[in-house]
């Protein structure tokens, strides 16, 4: 039997596949000597919180004229502070001529599972949208693992070990203790929760505000606790 030419052999079907990353946005602001101590000590008190960590510096803050800009992105990688995007500036100022601007990233949304898409008979391509829901884990999570869910609540039903990190675009319900990091909210919603059967998180955030475990109240350890922004400011409180 004849082997079939390249002419007639059909090409292979490519699969890909959507991996989500947690980046985190750094909003630099006015006075930025200040805004730079500022981020000193917060490394100083966590020092491995941007460590690996894929980070979107929003400009959107200050002037092209602002004093100390043409030293910001220099600043920041001396810090060890990985910059992947770039977004409310313009890259035609000219404090901004000497940077390694970042290209190619637009925005950002939930990922999941993507398929490439195929023409419908009207030539046109079909797409599906699948609605919010929670994600059940019904298993602990252990060290070195990470649950990244953009749509909705993350719920897990048994313990988060230390190392380990859940992110929700909703809240985070943990029924048995958090050990590890807990990140809501992460689509802008301020009004997401982070709950715990036992409270010992070594970092809890909510949308983009974050307190480390040293910043929790002792008195709360080991306790029912809930972490929520008010005023701004993200709190744990008894779970009653």
Partial sequence: MTPLSDDFRPPPRIRARGRSFLALVLSPEAGLDDWLRGLD????????????????LDLGLLSGEAEGLADLYPA?????????????????????????????FEGGRASGTVALPEETDGGEAASATAPAASLIVERPVRSGQSVL????DVIVIGSVASGAEISAGGSVHVYGTLR???IAGMGGQPGARIFATAM??????IDGYYMIAEEIDPALSGQPAQALLEDGTLVVRPLH
């Fill in 76 to 104: 920041l990688l001396e810090r060890g502070v990985r910059i992947i995007g770039i977004e409310g500036g313009d890259s035609a100022w000219p404090a901004l001529a000497g940077w390694d601007w970042p290209q190619g």
């Fill in 180 to 182: 590890g990091r807990a």
């Fill in 41 to 56: 000590a917060q490394i100083a008190r966590s020092p491995s919180f941007f460590v690996g960590k894929p980070i979107i």
């Fill in 149 to 152: 869910h953009h749509d909705g």
């Fill in 200 to 205: 010992k998180a070594e970092l809890l955030a």
